[in-house]
Nanobody
Framework: QVQLVESGGGLVQDGGSLRLSCAAD????????MGWYRQAPGKQRELVAS?????????YADSVKGRFTISRDNDKKNTVYLQMNNLKPEDTAVYYC?????????????????WGQGTQVTVSS
């Protein structure tokens, strides 16, 4: 099994910054995509940012472009970050890490598609 452990959420004022971290644990063979999603109360979960591990291409929701940056740790290949600057009250949500790829199971590799437990980000006005 592959598990994701998130950290870094919290309460911040309008215009503040936070950095979220997500580390994967397990017998991982490879990573395909790493991403961050968020879900606000009464709304559907939406993609915030993602990065491909093959070429490092990034993708951002229009609402966070220029304010958020997703990156993968160059040393700890199993870790992805989301740097959030100039936070706004509308960024308030539970943020979820997501990773996919293949992992070792019983001598062969299998697909995994895994979500973190979620971390609360609250931006006060």
């Amino acid at each position: 099994q592959v598990q994701l452990v998130e950290s870094g959420g919290g309460l911040v004022q309008d215009g503040g910054s936070l950095r979220l971290s997500c580390a994967a644990d397990g017998n991982i063979f490879s990573f395909n995509n790493m991403g961050w999603y968020r879900q606000a109360p009464g709304k559907q979960r939406e993609l915030v940012a993602s990065v491909t591990t093959s070429g490092g291409s990034t993708n951002y929701a229009d609402s966070v472009k220029g304010r958020f940056t997703i990156s993968r740790d160059n040393d700890k290949k199993n870790t992805v970050y989301l740097q959030m600057n100039n936070l706004k009250p509308e960024d308030t949500a539970v943020y979820y890490c997501h990773m996919s790829g293949r992992w070792w199971s019983g001598g062969i590799t299998r697909d995994y598609d895994t979500w973190g437990q979620g971390t609360q980000v609250t931006v006060s006005s």
